[in-house]
């Protein structure tokens, strides 16, 4: 199932990709990919630092998390009580969005070379 999803998504941004070399030159396509990649990682990465801090200093000063915590941090949401969780994930999910516009942003790019 899951190679049927990979397939579909792969057959369905290169159908994308061509409906925008069409419509779009492919000079712009990559300005528009590039501006997209900035913009993610403008907001991704100081996304990322406030989570990271407030996760420290949520679980950090419960004595929670272990040395090696920075590398995995995920694995630390389940430790959160319900009134932690807004104040961390929530910087958690806006870099998650920041990365994927990153992601699309270089998708983007990719078509507007090839």
Sequence with gaps: MREI???S???FG???GQLLLRVFSGQGLLGFGVLAI???MAISFPAAIVYHLR???TLGRRGELDDKWIWHP???HKQ???NERRYVLSWFMLGVVGWVMALVGCGIAL????
């Design 38 to 40: 900035a913009l993610g």
């Design 55 to 57: 996760l420290h200093a």
């Design 74 to 76: 995920t694995r630390f």
């Design 9 to 11: 998504a792969i057959a």
């Design 5 to 7: 999803l990979i397939a």
């Design 80 to 82: 959160l009580r319900q």
């Design 14 to 16: 290169v159908a994308v």
């Design 111 to 114: 078509v507007s070379v090839i």
